[in-house]
Each structure stands twice: as structure tokens, then as C-alpha cells.
T-cell receptor, first 116, second 115 residues
Framework: AQKVTQAQTEISVVEKEDVTLDCVYE???????LFWYKQPPSGELVFLIR??????QNEISGRYSWNFQKSTSSFNFTITASQVVDSAVYFC?????????????FGTGTRLTIIP | DAGVIQSPRHEVTEMGQEVTLRCKPI?????LFWYRQTMMRGLELLIY????????DSGMPEDRFSAKMPNASFSTLKIQPSEPRDSAVYFC?????????????FGPGTRLTVL
């Protein structure tokens, strides 16, 4: 069965600091997708990134970067020069590629607070 | 393009009443998902549809919950009768394709409070 672990329940950092959110996953499939979503205080779930299991290249998008390592089953998310607007709950999620099992398995989320 | 649309955004009702939540997926998306988010259980999938057909409803908590998708642009999640433990945020999401490969885009959610 697939599983996603976000061991960090809450993190607080001072604005402009860098912060890394950890995500560890479990799956028996060789083909799968990993996702990160952001849930700001307003409550909606905002898609950030999707990564397939065959692409281990790190990705950078502005102040956001993602480090995917199959060897450690991790897909960590780093925010550089954090800003108050980054305050949110961040979810890591996993989907396996099987018909009839299209569901996302979410981690429990990491609440990030950026202190001005 | 409009994203996933949900209504109402907030619903307060009394125990025993029927509640209907509505969702309009992104046009052209073949998959529609209903999730529930609570502090205790996090985000959990209730049911999902492919081309308006329910594929997996194993997450529906009990017979009080039912979902329909009469056409490609509309789905409902109904709770009858509602109970206080049903209080949660209910999200609808849609994706272009399935088999776990495509991104699910979420609506703003409906915050349900059952008194």
C-alpha cells in the first residue's frame, strides 16, 4: 500500500530564511507520481508541482525547489528567502499508475509559519 | 479558464437535515473526485468518477452519503441525514486523465458545520 510521511508537523522560520519541508513515501510500484500542494489560510488547495518516478532531476521555480531522491524515497521541498505569503500548510502526495486506483495519497501536512 | 467550482462555500445545518454539495469540474476533465478534510483524519478520498461513472466509492463513510454525476459538468454529494461528525471541509477535484498520471485540481471547498 502507498504511504506518505511528513514528519514535520509544524515549522516556524523568520522571514528571508530558507526552509526545507520533508516528504518520504512508500510504494511498491516502479511507476508513480509525486505532488506538492499548498493550502493557505484561505483554505483552498493549490497545486505546486508534479514529478514522475522516472525523472529525478531537481526542479527550481523561482524561490521554490524540489529534490527528488529515489534512493531514499524522498521528495523534499525547499523555499529560499521565505516570505510571509509562504505561510500555509503544505501537503506531499503520491499516486500510483493503476486503473481503478487513481487516488492521491496525502501526507498529513506541514504547517509552515513565516515570522515577519 | 475557470477552475473547479463548488457551492455553497459554507453550509450550516442542523443534525438530521439533508445536505447537498455541488461541484462543477474543469471543462474537458474526465475525472472527478470528492475528498473530505478533517483535523483527525486529514484528507481522505470519498469517491471518484470517470466519465460520469463511479469507479471507487470505498471511501464513502456510510449509507448516509451518496454522490451522483448526471453529466460531465456537474456532480453532487449528498448527506442524509446529516450528523455533527460530518462537519468537515469537502473538496471536489478534477483531472484530465486518470491512472494516477494527471494532476488533480481542487475547488475552494465547502465548509460544512452540522449542529
Amino acid at each position: 500500500a502507498q504511504k506518505v510521511t511528513q514528519a514535520q508537523t509544524e515549522i516556524s522560520v523568520v522571514e528571508k530564511e530558507d526552509v526545507t519541508l520533508d516528504c518520504v513515501y512508500e510504494t511498491r510500484d516502479t511507476t508513480y507520481y509525486l505532488f506538492w500542494y499548498k493550502q493557505p489560510p484561505s483554505g483552498e488547495l493549490v497545486f505546486l508541482i508534479r514529478r514522475n518516478s522516472f525523472d529525478e532531476q531537481n526542479e527550481i521555480s523561482g524561490r521554490y525547489s524540489w529534490n527528488f531522491q529515489k534512493s531514499t524515497s524522498s521528495f523534499n521541498f525547499t523555499i529560499t528567502a521565505s516570505q510571509v505569503v509562504d505561510s500555509a500548510v503544505y501537503f506531499c502526495a503520491l499516486s500510483e499508475v493503476n486503473f481503478g486506483n487513481e487516488k492521491l495519497t496525502f501526507g498529513t501536512g506541514t504547517r509552515l509559519t513565516i515570522i515577519p | 479558464d475557470a477552475g473547479v467550482i463548488q457551492s455553497p462555500r459554507h453550509e450550516v445545518t442542523e443534525m438530521g437535515q439533508e445536505v447537498t454539495l455541488r461541484c462543477k469540474p474543469i471543462s474537458g476533465h474526465d475525472y472527478l473526485f470528492w475528498y473530505r478534510q478533517t483535523m483527525m483524519r486529514g484528507l481522505e478520498l470519498l469517491i471518484y468518477f470517470n466519465n460520469n461513472v463511479p469507479i471507487d466509492d470505498s471511501g464513502m463513510p456510510e449509507d448516509r452519503f451518496s454522490a451522483k454525476m448526471p453529466n460531465a459538468s456537474f456532480s453532487t454529494l449528498k448527506i442524509q441525514p446529516s450528523e455533527p461528525r460530518d462537519s468537515a471541509v469537502y473538496f471536489c477535484a478534477s483531472s484530465l486523465g486518470g491512472q494516477g498520471t494527471d494532476t488533480q485540481y481542487f475547488g475552494p471547498g465547502t465548509r460544512l458545520t452540522v449542529l
